[in-house]
């Protein structure tokens, strides 16, 4: 989970020290950061691509990069994280890793995900019968015999 986090915030440019006073930037949501200090705003990439999308809705990854400053290799790191979505009147889209069906966000189209969720269940079932224990044979030579008795009925 550590590892994940310092990836996100290297990734996204988090922003951590206010420009203005150098203050502690506190996380308001949605790729927006305050200052606790003097109220500054910032924001992180996804927040400024998400506020560039919604003044210039259509606009490529290409668009945004030269207007914002944002790689278009994060951008696509977005789409795929499920935090931006292609819009439905594009003529670009995504692919599905598995199967290469059009998709406007995540790794996979709705039928690849269903069926990699699935096996990853029944993996995970796999393994947790592999791994009980207290069940079977006590000791050598008990056959069958009860593990746990009564004395005193």
Known sequence: MTTRRINLEEQYNIPRVCKICGGVMIF????????????????????????????HRGATAAQIENAIGVSQRSI??????????????????????????????????????????????????AQSKKNIHGTGLAEKGEEGQKRFRRENI
């Open 28 to 55: 308001k949501g949605v790729g927006e950061y305050r200052c606790e200090d003097c109220g500054e705003l910032d924001y992180d990439d996804y927040g400024k691509v998400r506020m560039y999308i919604e003044e």
């Open 76 to 125: 696509r790191q977005m789409l795929k994280d499920g935090r931006l979505e292609v819009t439905q009147d594009s003529r670009t889209f995504l692919k599905c890793e598995i199967c290469g069906k059009p998709i406007r966000s995540g790794q996979y189209c709705p039928e690849c995900e269903t069926a990699v969720h699935r096996n990853l269940e029944a993996e995970q079932r």
